[in-house]
């Protein structure tokens, strides 16, 4: 066998002591990491089931619909690499089973596999909403998934609580991007318990009546059709309840490109990219940049105690 498929001593030991606390060392067990997940007890190593979903139509959209062949195969997930074409490569992503922890300032501390947490956050619904990087390309997809104040209320955070800090998976052995060292790994975000609430937040499983493509962020993502793209974080292992606003991977990286708010607005210009008009996925035609992605109706009140749309992007 060659020496880059040997299983990492660390790990190997780990497992070995972890099958003597148990009592199993010794008698020979073969288990992989289903047969074992199933002796430590969860519920469910079943991907998440259900699509596709009932089409919830308080959700219009003004344009096409993205072809889905588009949507899955010109994706951003640095972790897989910084080029639009990775999603080969993100096959190599297991996300079934896959551990979620919500913890911090919560009365309800979680670990749980995403499977059984979207159970118990009841029934996932299709929406189509316009999705808007800050690269100023654009696409309208119907996602599926569960409304965000529905983790915010099995979370049930405690009163000093302000923000929800959402942390991806890390594991350079699966994503080599995770092996370039100078980006600040593993990708983080941030939104306040008021915009999680926000009846447009959805916490995604799905793309076109299915489950989530890896390279679209299975199982579980965040859509937050009127933020920019970058704040939809992907993947997701761990939602931290907690009083300070997260820094976010992109922040770390370039604070005066990626503010916390990030909320589209046409009038103020990225220092790369004009933010005026946007080019649909699988179009050359660009489209004016509607505030807050057209979804203002629903959003503005957020930001209306800071005297507008809460714009930090670019400084
Ligand atoms: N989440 C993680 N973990 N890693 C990333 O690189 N890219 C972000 C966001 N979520 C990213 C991420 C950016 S910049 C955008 S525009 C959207 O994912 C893209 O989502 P899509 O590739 O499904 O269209």
Not at 131 to 153: D, I, Q, Y
Not at 243 to 269: H, I, M, R, T
Request: glycine residues 10%; hydrophobic residues 40%.
């Amino acid at each position: 066998m060659p020496q880059h498929m040997a299983t990492d001593e660390a790990l190997f030991l780990s497992r070995r002591e972890w099958l003597k606390a148990a009592g199993l060392a010794g008698i020979g067990i073969a288990a992989g990491t289903a047969g074992l997940s199933a002796m430590m007890g969860r519920a469910s190593a079943a991907p998440i089931t259900g699509f596709p979903a009932t089409r919830n139509d308080s959700y219009v959209l003004d344009r096409a619909l993205t072809a889905e062949q588009e949507a899955i195969t010109y994706t951003n997930f640095y972790e897989f690499g910084s080029s639009k074409t990775i999603w080969r490569k993100a096959q190599k992503l297991e996300t079934d089973p896959w551990m979620v922890t919500i913890d911090g300032m919560v009365e309800e501390e979680l670990k749980i596999d995403a499977a059984e947490l979207i159970t118990k956050l009841g029934s996932q619904e299709e929406r189509l909403y316009r999705h808007r990087c800050v690269e100023a390309w654009a696409m309208a997809v119907p996602w599926t998934g569960v409304p965000f104040s529905k983790l915010v209320a099995l979370a049930r955070p405690t009163s000093g609580a302000k923000y929800i800090r959402m942390e991806t998976f890390y594991d350079p052995s699966v994503a080599p991007g995770q092996k370039q060292s100078w980006y600040p790994w593993p990708y983080v975000e941030g939104i306040t318990i008021e915009e999680g609430m926000n009846e447009l937040a959805l916490l995604g499983t799905g793309m076109y009546g299915k489950g989530l493509e890896k390279q679209n962020g299975a199982p579980l993502r965040c859509v937050l059709p009127w933020k920019y793209g970058f704040k939809g974080i992907k993947s997701i292992v761990k939602f931290t309840f907690t009083d300070q606003q997260p820094v976010s991977f992109w922040e770390q990286l370039a604070k005066n490109e990626y503010g916390f708010w990030a909320n589209v607005n046409p009038e103020v210009a990225h220092p790369r990219w004009s933010q005026a008009t946007e080019r649909m996925l699988g179009s050359d035609d660009r489209v004016p940049t509607l505030l807050y992605n057209g979804y203002e109706e629903q959003v503005a009140g957020l930001y209306a105690g800071m005297g507008g749309i809460g714009d930090r992007l670019f400084r």
